[in-house]
């Protein structure tokens, strides 16, 4: 699967690793919702991106929508709670996260998903992890991001707010908590800018999607 990935001038790690969580930074949003973020966490992140594109197994969709089928702008894999991960660092970063996070959360990240964004045309539409206990409880979606940035949008559900707007990729780590799921959306939209290809890898707790 051919991948043109513009390296990152600020990532020139020839191992791929994790730096510490303390460095996280939180934005409250409103509504319960909060919003943690760390640049850069995963170091080697170019090198990481160049494997997942080669070795996971990447599947198209087809969905339903608006009274026809059409094409998920995106290639998807998912590993459950007792798939192994596709890279060791994906184990460990989940470990760190669910460590670091143990208080607040009060359970582990247990699944991954991964969703590949192979140019601009890509996206994800607006939503909110609501599938499962996410619709009624508390909880949390920790997003890593690798390969180019794209902008990860954030709206209040109901309206009457500002718009979030974080850049993602090269190593870059996200959290929504708290009602993030319940009260706001998220999404990543189309554009025509020429941006090369993005992975991201959401870990989520049981039975949150």
Known sequence: MAAHLQASLFDQADEIGLAPLDGVRRTVLGHGA?????P????????LFDELVG?????AERRRMYERTVDVPRLLAYYGEDDPLPHPVLEQARDALSCHYAHELGEP?????LCYYRDGRDSVAWHGDRIGRGAREDTMVAIVS???PR???????????????????????????????RTWEHAVPKTARPVGPRISVQFRPRGVN
């Open 34 to 38: 909060w919003l943690d973020a760390l």
């Open 40 to 47: 850069g966490w995963l170091t080697g992140a170019d090198l």
């Open 55 to 59: 070795t996971v197994p990447w599947r």
């Open 109 to 113: 990240f247990v699944t991954a998903g």
């Open 146 to 148: 690798v390969g180019d």
């Open 151 to 181: 902008d990860l949008v954030l709206r209040p559900l109901h309206g009457g707010g500002t718009q979030v707007r974080r850049p993602l990729g090269h190593g870059d780590l996200v959290v929504m908590g708290g009602s993030c799921q």
